[in-house]
């Protein structure tokens, strides 16, 4: 099966162009056999799936749940979660990567960064968090090696780094726009129908490869060196979003321990 796994929506991300229904349609025309939606902290694009799954446009065609987590200290994380798992921290940006690593597996979910060696602050590899540990790796059960929106060096560098620490490659289109969308893919031989599925898979250190074409149209190419202070910009607007949801991401984190002490003494 062919996916795309980096997709953004106009349901789901406050930068995203592209109606759900139609990113499905461009991908079914190109080929595709399934997408990971992955908006900015948000499963709004999932919920309206649900609601509307019934629609003949996502006939014979795998929506998958997926989320781009915005860390405090490590950049953006793809994070998959069993279908039957809702948090609600994942929708609050702001946790550390470690937090952040160790509630993804103690729900049964499987993450990996997202344009490792991108841009600064957005991509693990650029961070100080990486700079002090780069084991931090190692606690990784993917990386996405291509991604369509990043220069083909940062890819390279992405996928030196995924065969290193053996860590599956899944490649992305990062699509924002429709121009963007299907102009990456990961092909996953066998029948992947669930979240659950495409997790055992992957945990299973089964093979999967990636590639696309790079997309020119990005913001970065546009506007050149501006884009250092959008960048920037960026970088600011995280950390005030995520002190702002502090309080709501206090409380559900409570939660998470006491589910996990539960499943300690359980044991």
């Not at 996405?144 to 995924?162: M, R, T």
């Not at 060196?225 to 959008?230: A, E, R, T, Y």
């Amino acid at each position: 099966m062919r996916f795309d796994m980096h997709c953004h929506t106009k349901e789901g991300s406050l930068d995203g162009k592209i109606h759900l229904a139609d990113y499905v349609t461009l991908l079914k025309e190109k080929g595709y056999q399934g997408m990971l939606i992955t908006d900015h902290n948000s499963y709004q694009a999932y919920r309206y799936y649900k609601k509307h799954k019934e629609e003949p446009a996502f006939k014979d065609f795998t929506i998958l749940k997926g989320i781009e987590y915005d860390t405090i200290d490590a950049g953006h994380v793809l994070v998959i979660m069993p279908e039957y798992v809702k948090l609600p921290i994942l929708e609050l940006r702001g946790l550390p990567v470690s937090i952040l690593i160790e509630i993804v597996h103690f729900f049964g979910g499987i993450l990996g960064p997202a344009h490792p060696c991108g841009e600064k602050y957005l991509s693990l590899c650029n961070t100080r968090r990486y700079r002090k540990n780069p084991r931090i790796l190692k606690e990784f059960d993917f990386m996405e090696v291509f991604n369509a929106c990043e220069p083909p060096s940062a890819n390279e560098a992405a996928a030196e780094l995924a065969q290193r620490h053996r860590l599956p490659g899944f490649g992305g289109s990062d699509s924002h726009k429709h121009d963007c969308v299907g102009s990456a893919y990961t092909d996953v031989p066998d029948d992947i129908l669930t979240e659950s599925d495409l997790i055992r898979y992957i945990r299973k250190k089964k093979p999967v490869s990636c590639g696309g074409t790079y997309y020119h149209g990005t913001t970065r190419e546009r506007i050149g060196s501006l884009n250092n202070i959008l960048v920037y910009s960026f970088w600011v607007y995280n950390k005030a979003a995520g002190l702002r949801r502090y309080p709501k991401r206090r409380l559900a984190f409570k939660d998470y321990k006491k589910e996990s002490g539960k499943a300690q003494c359980s044991a």
